[in-house]
């Protein structure tokens, strides 16, 4: 009877797995059904959240396909954010502070006010919106989104999905509004800056290439992004239509001059990253990095180093890389529009 025994105790190990396979695929339907609602209550929020991520991305969606600043084609260093961190938690927290730096530097350019250091995020999204500065639907997304970035930042049931979707969303504001913040301190360079200024007692040709020398000069100053070069410059010809005389206005570069001044700088700082890396050196003064103005540009009238900033090889390297970064850019969007 020992083997009877043995033999029944093996067939019900092997029996009972059977029937229970047998039983999942019977009701898989209602099993899938009951663990879809475990999971919402598990994660009670986590449904909330999802729907106001996708309220909140229709609406971004919504404002950047009709305001005219996004219908332009993206530049080379507006046109998205990437998260910059491994943890998407981490990047919407880091989102949310780049929101509020953002309206900050937004602000000291835009409004006349002397203590806005300090003010609440709110404060920043009132005064800015009572000034113009930033539209109705944009002011509303950015509420939207920081309400958001504080729910998913300090609740522990937020599913991955909606985090990642919402750091989306995020990095989408703050690319606008640092689009937005680099129009108004080039416009400001525009107005303030004499370089753009003493150029009034140069021949035709002349006056042209000094506007180039110009432009090579200030990239760093709007990204390299030509987009922002012209809306400021635009601002600033309209404003003084308003305010100032007319020979105060200056001309806007096309897109294919734009080109050929960001090959110069190219050119340029291959030359002077070369003078380092043969052992020359940039001389006493750092006079070799000293702009050269080609001879067919005539009496440009003036000179300086070609880093204002970072003057030191790596820091000519990097810009030479974010130089050749928009150049790829706007070669492509030349070669676009001719054969169109």
Do not use: C
């Not at 096309?254 to 940039?282: A, H, K, P, T, Y």
């Not at 009238?301 to 204002?308: C, E, K």
């Amino acid at each position: 009877m020992e083997w009877f025994t043995a033999i029944s105790q093996l067939l019900g190990h092997i029996a009972w797995p059977a029937a229970l396979i047998t039983l999942v695929i019977m009701f898989r339907r209602e099993i899938r059904q009951r663990l879809a609602a475990v999971t919402e209550v598990k994660y009670p929020g986590g449904a909330i959240i999802m729907r106001e991520v996708e309220r909140l991305e229709a609406k971004v969606e919504d404002v950047t396909a009709t305001s005219s600043t996004r219908q332009l084609p993206p530049g080379p260093g507006t046109s998205s954010l990437i998260a910059p961190h491994s943890d998407s938690r981490l990047a919407i927290a880091q989102m949310r502070l780049d929101v509020e730096r953002e309206l900050f530097l937004v602000s000291r350019h835009a409004l006349s006010r002397s203590e806005i250091t300090g003010w609440p995020v709110e404060r920043y999204l009132e005064e800015l919106e009572k000034a113009q500065v930033l539209d109705p639907r944009l002011a509303d997304s950015l509420r939207d989104f920081i309400a958001l970035a504080n729910m998913i930042v300090h609740k522990a049931d937020v599913p991955e999905a909606a985090v990642q979707r919402a750091s989306a969303v995020g990095s989408s504001l703050v690319a606008t509004l640092r689009r937005k913040r680099l129009v108004l301190e080039t416009e400001y360079d525009f107005w303030g800056h004499g370089l753009w200024h003493m150029r009034r007692d140069l021949k035709e040709r002349e006056n042209r290439y000094y506007l180039w020398s110009a432009v090579a000069a200030s990239l760093p100053t709007f990204d390299y992004d030509y987009d922002v070069y012209r809306e400021a410059l635009e601002r600033h010809n309209a404003r003084v239509t308003r305010e100032g005389p007319k020979a105060h206005a200056i001309d806007v570069l096309s897109l294919d001059e734009f080109v050929s001044v960001l090959e110069f700088r190219e050119s340029e700082l291959l030359r002077i990253i070369g003078l380092v890396r043969s052992g020359q050196g940039w001389g006493d003064g750092n006079r070799a990095i000293e702009w050269r103005w080609p001879s067919e540009w005539g009496n440009i009238g003036w000179t300086g180093p070609i880093l204002r900033e970072k003057v030191y090889l790596w820091g000519a390297e990097e810009d030479l890389m974010r130089t050749r970064a928009a150049l790829s850019h706007y070669r492509q969007r030349l070669l676009g529009t001719r054969r169109s």
